[in-house]
């Protein structure tokens, strides 16, 4: 494929038509449409259709914008990387890793912040989303690493490893009206308190539930969320109590203003990084996992 053609086809589709991308490009019309035409032949696909006086994309062609979107960007992204090195004087490597949606945004910084302080430099690059959709990418090198709250188990047909980090016990925090309206001492001052739960996909969801019945404590839930940010940021509006790891704790009251009513240890969180490969080689995880074993979760 000529990728001068495909640019020309870019800039038209971008453009809206021929004219104006004649104009962007200092083409002539006519050379224009000769040159998108060479790409229609290559690709024995008709990529736009006249709408009047305008040109509007067919089916193919939206795949192939789609398409040359990626490719332009990444070229774009190539020559950012390439003048960024040149400053800096040494070459600085992606490190691109997915972190679990249920993940406390707090803990999920403290894992990572030794990555950013080797000696070789690394350009951090976060994707947040849902455990299996991370898999999926890692099993694909589109991640270096994955942060969870879960193992990777048989039941993902994908080929990694499983590095514990650690574990935490989970803290109870109220705003502070919120506080003052809670009748007795933790954890009975729960019962028909307005509770904020984490989603069903949590790991820590099946272990509150089994810990209130231990207690015969009963919340009333008024919301339920996957996102744990989101979760924090109801709580700190009084919307209800909601539990967080402890080993974040100063953190977690400071920044969203809430105060800790109480902890358990019969509730925990447990943290994981996944890659691909079993021994860990890669600089940037090696610093994240010793970093977790011996000063986070001591």
Partial sequence: MNFKHLHYFWVTAKAGGIMK???????TPQT???????????????????????LELTDDGRIALRYADEIFALGHELENELRAQRRAGKPVQDFRV?????????????????????????????????FNDLMAQLALHKLDLVI?????????????????LGSSAMSFYAS?????????????????????????????RPQFEAWLTRHDLHPRVVG????????????????????????CEQETAEQYGVEIIGRSSEISEHFFAVS?????????VAAITNAARVELFT
Wanted: glycine share 10%.
């Fill in 21 to 27: 991308a004649s104009e962007q490009l200092h083409l």
């Fill in 32 to 54: 224009l449409s000769g040159q998108i035409k060479l790409l229609e032949d290559r690709l024995g696909r008709q990529l736009f259709r006249k709408a009047g006086r305008k």
């Fill in 98 to 130: 997915g972190i679990a949606d249920a993940l406390a945004k707090t803990v999920a910084y403290r894992l990572l912040e030794p990555a950013l302080h080797l000696a070789d430099p690394v350009r951090l690059i976060c994707v947040e989303g849902q």
């Fill in 148 to 164: 969870t709250d879960e193992p990777l188990t048989s039941r993902l047909s994908v080929k990694a490893f499983n590095h514990p």
């Fill in 176 to 204: 502070p009206g919120l506080r003052a309206r809670l009748q007795g001492p933790f954890p009975a001052c729960l019962n028909d308190a307005p509770m904020l739960v984490p989603g069903g996909t949590s790991s820590v």
């Fill in 224 to 247: 339920e969320f996957n996102d744990g940010a989101l979760m924090k940021a109801f709580g700190r509006e009084g919307g209800g109590v909601f539990l967080s790891p402890s080993v």
């Fill in 276 to 284: 691909a490969e079993r021994r860990i080689t890669h600089p940037a």
